[in-house]
């Protein structure tokens, strides 16, 4: 069987997403830490050429090379040895899809940014600008994939600067937290009755939620049946196990990244 391995850096959002489902799948993995701060790993052409955007995470299986953590948990899951993380029920493998979609599409990069949560976020996105495009001089053959990570970086500070846009993203978000109340007071797990691939993503939207302040979207009895599920997300082993941040860790060079 060929070795999983993991390139990722811990407190980045869609690392812990992937994280928590090799967790739950029981998956053995290898870990490679791609240091997204100052040292900006992510943009040497080493990685690059593993990984044409320059994010993490990316899970490497023998010869394969997934990316994306909207496709790597999928993958998990279906290529995967390990307990199925999608429902038995039709309906509830549509409401699974339909959860992670809902997720996949909150613009989570930019509410952390705009909300401040990441020290000298903006100075941050400058050197990240500044970095790329002298990679992209110096590495012609790689230009393409540097010219799309730059209008990338310059998209998500444009999103993030704009007050309007982050009171969107927080007006969309408080909507889906009270979708979520809804469909907890019908059911144990957010697609039904049996934890899915909807929870994995789910609970590290939730966690980056409460790193950028917002539990007061559930807290002091606001929407009960969420934060008794979401107290539960957090005593399960995986949770632990795959170490979903509720807030920051490490120094704040270390934490000036694109999480």
Not at 13 to 20: A, G, T, Y
Not at 33 to 39: K, L, M
Not at 194 to 205: E, K
Request: aromatic residues 8%; glycine residues 6%.
């Amino acid at each position: 069987m060929s070795k999983i391995i993991l390139y990722y850096y811990p407190n980045s959002v869609c690392s812990q997403k992937v994280r928590l489902a090799l967790e739950e799948k029981g998956v053995k993995w290898e870990s490679r830490v791609v240091d997204i701060g100052q040292p900006l790993e992510n943009y040497k052409p080493w990685y690059m050429r593993l990984n044409p955007k320059g994010v993490v995470p990316t899970l490497v299986n023998g010869d394969e090379v997934v990316t994306d953590s909207f496709r790597i948990i999928n993958y998990i899951d279906q290529q995967l040895e390990g307990p199925s993380l999608e429902p038995n029920l039709s309906e509830e493998q549509s409401e699974m899809r339909r959860w992670l979609a809902l997720g996949d599409h909150l613009p989570i990069h930019a509410l952390t940014y705009g909300r401040g949560g990441v020290p000298g976020g903006t100075q941050m996105l400058e050197k990240r600008l500044k970095a790329l495009d002298g990679y992209k001089n110096n590495n012609p053959e790689l230009a393409e994939h540097y010219k799309a990570k730059i209008e990338s970086v310059k998209s998500l500070k444009e999103n993030a600067e704009n007050s309007d846009n982050i009171a969107e993203i927080e007006n969309r978000t408080e909507q889906l937290i009270d979708e979520l109340e809804s469909v907890l007071s019908q059911r144990e797990y957010i697609a039904g009755s049996t934890y899915s691939l909807a929870d994995v993503i789910w609970n590290v939207l939730l966690a980056r939620l409460e790193l950028l302040g917002m539990a007061s979207l559930w807290e002091n009895s606001k929407r009960p049946e969420l934060a008794a599920y979401y107290l539960q997300m957090k005593n399960r082993a995986s949770f632990k196990s795959a170490d979903i941040r509720t807030a920051w860790k490490g120094s704040l060079k270390a934490i000036q990244c694109r999480l």
